[in-house]
């Protein structure tokens, strides 16, 4: 068979009971991490049923873990060239790597979330250690080691006594800063896992320090007032993640057929003085895996149209009206998954757009996608104060501070932002208070 796709039982497109088939689409995803194959019932991937297969056997009667992967893309069919061969091999090595594993006990670090509280003096930061094997894992012990000068640990080496199977735990490590640290600089701690039974793992944790600003909150309850919606069928939907309303490409039903549907920022964004600027929303999905795509998109007059990834997104499978390499999002995500899409390709530009695309060809519809709570942050990279952007402080960045206050909309959010010297959300006379004091040195 080909296809490029991992299934699960049931092959009827009925599902097997929890908490097995969140078992099956959590390990299939982490067998899938390098081909991006989608995940999913025959149904679901194919659009057609093959009830009695070998998945529903060996699960249904024999109670195995059990998936059929169709390895290829159409141009490979069922005979591919013999040039194919061996990549196509290699793409399942880690598929087949993780599976086995799973057999027995299997711990993995989750990924750590930079939207997580954000770390600005000395703290401790949370780890959590899942056990995604079918097998409880014991004499667990985690090294630990610092990924630059930046941060000094109190422990080397925490053990846990056990993990069960399917389960996870969470660690607190506290840790301090050994240097004065600005907004923006990374840190971050490296964890090695060993246990009985377990191959070592080694992941990073990372995280930037100082309060992220936010250039631009959008949760939809205000309606859309933010956006073009002349290019397409986007609107909103009462399928929210928090409140009422979130933004959907097809709000009342499935996508259409051969479509290109576009919503993108009414207002472009300044990126300047922003260090390591992101996208976050949460989001989840369903599109016809491998042919129909929705994708999230910059764009800037000196880059154009450029498509973004982010931790769920795929390459395209240059099938249908998927772009072959550019990342987007297809198959079926039933939950609600916290997005984060790295801008770094439109860092340091001040006329910046924000798109999201739908696209389908003329066969298949589907539910499409949904987005909730969508907001642009980053790092200030400029002085506080410093409204004129020339990177020092002047009598120039009091009086443009003063006539904003006067008039209102002179200042775009960027500069806003960097008038807001106590960091309270309001600019007032406070603000420029304590911009005149640090040019008079009263303030270091």
């Not at 490979?76 to 399942?92: A, G, S, T």
């Not at 840790?175 to 246990?195: C, H, K, N, R, S």
């Not at 149209?305 to 390459?315: D, E, F, K, R």
Request: proline share 7%.
């Amino acid at each position: 068979a080909y296809g490029n796709v991992l299934i699960f039982p049931f092959g009827d497109g009925t599902y097997p009971p929890e908490p097995d088939e969140t078992t099956f689409r959590e390990i299939g995803a982490a067998m899938t991490v390098v081909n991006h194959f989608p995940v999913g019932t025959g149904i679901e991937l194919l659009n057609y049923g093959v009830s009695g297969d070998q998945a529903d056997w060996t699960y249904g009667v024999a109670g195995l873990l059990s998936y059929i992967p169709e390895v290829g893309t159409n141009n490979d069919n069922f005979w591919p060239p013999e040039n194919r061969v061996l990549p196509l091999c290699q793409e399942q090595v880690v598929a087949n790597t993780v599976f086995a594993r799973v057999a027995g006990p299997d711990l993995w670090i989750k990924p750590y979330s930079t939207l997580q509280p954000v770390l600005v003096a000395d703290s401790t930061v949370s780890v959590v250690i899942a056990n995604r094997g079918l097998r409880p894992a014991a004499s667990v012990s985690l090294s630990l080691r610092s990924l630059n000068a930046l941060t000094v640990l109190g422990d080397s080496l925490v053990t846990l006594a056990s993990l069960a199977q399917r389960s996870q735990d969470t660690l607190v490590i506290p840790f301090t800063y050994a240097l004065q640290v600005i907004p923006g600089m990374e840190a971050g701690i490296i964890v090695q896992l060993t246990g009985d039974g377990l191959l070592p793992l080694t992941d990073t944790l990372r995280w930037f320090t100082g309060v992220p600003a936010v250039l631009l909150a959008d949760d939809f309850e205000s309606g859309l007032e933010n956006w073009d919606l002349s290019m397409g069928t986007w609107g909103l939907s009462d399928d929210a993640w928090e409140g009422q309303y979130s933004l959907a490409d097809s709000p009342t039903g499935p996508y259409a057929s051969q479509e290109n549907s576009v919503i993108q920022l009414n207002a472009p964004l300044d990126l300047r003085g922003l260090a390591h600027p992101t996208l976050n929303y949460v989001a989840h999905w369903d599109i016809e895996p491998n042919w129909d795509f929705a994708q999230v998109q910059a764009w800037s007059p000196g880059t154009g149209i450029v498509s973004l990834a982010g931790h769920y997104t795929s390459p395209g499978s240059g099938q249908g009206v998927q772009p072959l390499g550019e990342p987007g999002y297809h198959g079926r995500q039933n939950a609600w998954v916290q997005e984060s899409v790295d801008l770094s390709p439109v860092a340091n530009r001040d006329q910046v757009l924000i798109r999201f695309v739908l696209l389908s060809d003329q066969y298949v519809q589907r539910d499409g996608i949904t987005i909730d709570d969508l907001s642009v942050r980053g790092y200030p990279a400029f002085l506080p104060g410093d409204v004129t952007i020339d990177h020092r402080w002047s009598v120039d960045d009091v009086l443009t501070g003063s006539d904003w206050l006067e008039t209102g909309p002179l200042l775009t959010p960027l500069q806003r932002m960097l008038l807001d010297m106590d960091e309270n959300g309001i600019v007032e006379e406070n603000d420029l208070t304590q911009l005149i004091d640090h040019i008079l040195g009263n303030q270091p």
